[in-house]
């Protein structure tokens, strides 16, 4: 009968599964990097040296091999949503823009903030502000202060000083049908395309793919 009970116990040892350390080496790694002050906010690259730990035992965690990795993660979750930048001088256009915005927003899952100027100069200064993340904007051609086409040349010029890659997406907004001189303006100072104002839903949407 004893010998019966030692064969079971013998035999449940080896059947038995072996609890992994996971839980324990987490336990760890938060004491490791927990800070004194629970209030104060992490910096992105705090939050990533947090989560992003060695590999341990069974833990199959992908560890930065360098600071340029570990700031390329930090970058990534420190990303701010896309923006797209409206610029009129015409109250009730820049109302009209920005409430078609805000439903497309509300009807889709695309995330996006809006930014808008009164003129040309308060354009290239948002620009300036948002630049990595302003992907659309929508330019009205005629503005007090700096017109469009000024505020344009202006946009591009400060992508390329910053190295800014990919290049916003300019939309030069007129009362009037597209001109040849028009086209010749907006090519030279690199608007990507025209259109008659005020844009409808349509043509609204067709734009939005640029923030994909």
Same mark, same amino acid.
């Given at each position: ?10 035999? %449940?040892?080896? !059947?038995?599964? @072996?609890? &992994?350390?996971?839980? *324990? ?7 490791? +990097?927990?800070?004194? %002050?629970?209030? !104060?906010?992490? @910096?992105? &690259?705090?939050?990533? *040296? ?7 035992? +069974? ?5 930065? !091999? ?147």
């Amino acid at each position: 009968m004893q010998s019966q009970i030692n064969s079971r116990i013998l035999q %449940n040892k080896r !059947t038995s599964i @072996t609890v &992994q350390p996971s839980l *324990q080496f987490l336990s760890a790694a938060t004491q490791q +990097n927990s800070r004194p %002050n629970s209030n !104060t906010p992490l @910096t992105p &690259q705090q939050l990533a *040296q947090q989560f992003v730990q060695p590999s341990s035992n +069974n833990l199959n965690i992908i560890t930065p !091999t360098s600071n340029q990795q570990l700031n390329a993660l930090s970058s990534t979750l420190s990303k701010q949503v896309p923006k797209v930048l409206v610029a009129d001088d015409q109250e009730y256009l820049v109302k009209f823009m920005v409430a078609m915005l805000e439903r497309y927003k509300l009807q889709t899952i695309n995330k996006f903030e809006i930014l808008v100027a009164h003129d040309g100069k308060q354009a290239v200064d948002l620009y300036k502000l948002h630049m990595r993340d302003v992907r659309l904007i929508l330019m009205d051609i005629q503005m007090p202060e700096m017109d469009g086409y000024e505020a344009s040349k202006c946009i591009r010029e400060i992508e390329s000083e910053n190295g800014v890659e990919p290049k916003c997406h300019i939309v030069a907004l007129s009362g009037e049908a597209a001109s040849p001189i028009n086209q010749r303006k907006c090519k030279q100072n690199e608007i990507n395309e025209q259109m008659v104002k005020p844009i409808n839903r349509a043509q609204l949407e067709q734009l939005m793919h640029i923030l994909n």
